[in-house]
């Protein structure tokens, strides 16, 4: 069984940086694409960013190119979003999901598995 268990998440001003970890288990992810999604309160789950597990292809939102970075380690199972210059907009719980494919998607449908989120708060 997939288990995906987010953390990292918090408070911290805006223009600051904080890196979330999703530490992924129960099967071998590489042939996965692994994806970080977050929804702010009253809003639709939203794509940010994701990677192709095995040859580490990254793929990105155009609200947050060029700020945040998505990465794995592969020895640990575990992928990262290093999230930098921080808005008030980035506010949300943000969610690491796994998709049981070659190909890269950014609908919150196209994935299978989901952690249980980590709330990410940007002070203005």
């Known amino acids: 069984q997939v288990h995906l268990a987010e953390s990292g998440g918090g408070l911290v001003q805006a223009g600051g940086s904080l890196r979330l970890s999703c530490a992924a288990s129960?099967?071998?992810?590489?042939?996965?694409?692994m994806g970080w999604f977050r929804q702010a309160p009253g809003k639709e789950r939203d794509f940010v960013a994701a990677i192709r597990w095995s040859v580490g292809n990254t793929y990105y939102a155009d609200s947050v190119k060029g700020r945040f970075t998505i990465s794995r380690d592969n020895a640990k199972n575990t992928v990262f979003l290093q999230m930098n210059s921080l808005k008030a907009e980035d506010t949300a719980v943000y969610y690491c999901?796994?998709?049981?494919?070659?190909?890269?998607?950014?609908?919150?449908?196209?994935?299978?598995?989901w952690g249980q989120g980590t709330q990410v708060t940007v002070s203005s």
């Open positions: 999901a796994a998709r049981d494919s070659w190909w890269p998607a950014n609908e919150p449908s196209d994935y299978n598995y």
């Open positions: 129960g099967r071998t992810f590489s042939s996965y694409v």
